[in-house]
């Protein structure tokens, strides 16, 4: 446990995340901005635009089916998600496994190194 603190304790100093799993890289938002290209078909960027999906401007923090206006499936509203990076990453990972009975059709990014670059773009363009 102490060589696990000594080798952690650095890292959160300086800023960088540690998940249980190992260090957390961040992702490239420039890469994140062209895997986009497969979510902006059904979501939107800017704020208050609904498509076939909720808007993405404002969702980190956001809890899970509160955008004003879009009809969301109850398991979705019922799941007491609020969006953030692990929670986000985890969706995206397997949408329907994550949140069961959502409606999102499509069927996840199995790469992590595209969910950690789709969230790097996110939270630079969702702001």
């Given amino acids: 446990m102490r060589l696990l603190q000594l080798l952690v ?22 890469k994140g901005e062209k895997i986009y290209r497969k ?3 059904c979501h939107a ?4 635009k609904n498509k076939i999906g909720p808007t993405m ?14 009809k969301y ?8 998600i609020v969006w953030d990076e692990t929670t986000i990453a985890a969706y995206l990972a397997d949408p329907k496994g994550y949140i069961p009975k959502n409606r999102m059709a499509f069927a996840g990014l199995k790469k992590e190194k595209d969910r950690d670059d789709l969230i790097a773009y996110l ?3 969702t702001q």
């Fill in 73 to 80: 499936s109850k398991a979705m509203k019922a799941s007491g």
């Fill in 39 to 41: 979510c902006k078909a």
């Fill in 123 to 125: 939270k630079e363009a």
């Fill in 9 to 30: 304790l650095p890292l959160a100093i300086a800023g960088t995340s540690v998940t249980m799993t190992g260090l957390a890289l961040a992702g490239d938002a420039a």
């Fill in 57 to 70: 401007h404002g969702v980190f923090g956001r809890t899970a089916g509160a955008v004003e206006g879009f």
């Fill in 45 to 48: 960027l800017e704020a208050g």
